[in-house]
């Protein structure tokens, strides 16, 4: 069982930059794989970036050259670092950790971003 608590979030303007956090709890931390993901009003939840065990990194287009996902095993913690933050950046952010079958979410954290 892998319980994620993410924050971070908050109100920015148009331009600013934010770091999420998300905490893991648990054993064994490292062997997952660790992606975060968002959903604004009205919309589907949609992948946003990846960081596997190994330390591969993967991101959707949209956030590409302006997001960075990276992991501190140690800490039990990955962290999404946001820059030039555009208002359809506006949405919940949520941590998922993955290793076969099992997937665990967290509860999410709100980014707004203003224009």
């Known amino acids: 069982q892998v319980q994620l608590v993410e924050s971070g979030g908050g109100l920015v303007q148009s331009g600013g930059s934010l770091r999420l956090s998300c905490a893991a709890s648990?054993?064994?931390?490292?062997?997952?794989?660790m992606g975060w993901y968002r959903q604004a009003p009205g919309k589907q939840r949609e992948w946003v970036a990846i960081?596997?065990?190994?330390?591969?990194?993967n991101y959707a287009d949209s956030v590409k050259g302006r997001f960075t996902i990276s992991r501190d095993n140690p800490k039990k913690t990955v962290y999404l670092q946001m820059n030039s933050l555009k208002p359809e950046d506006t949405a919940v952010y949520y941590c998922?950790?993955?290793?076969?079958?099992?997937?665990?979410w967290g509860q999410g954290t709100q980014v707004t971003v203003s224009s």
């Open positions: 960081i596997t065990s190994g330390g591969s990194t």
């Open positions: 998922k950790s993955s290793w076969l079958k099992y997937d665990y």
């Open positions: 648990g054993s064994l931390i490292s062997i997952y794989d």
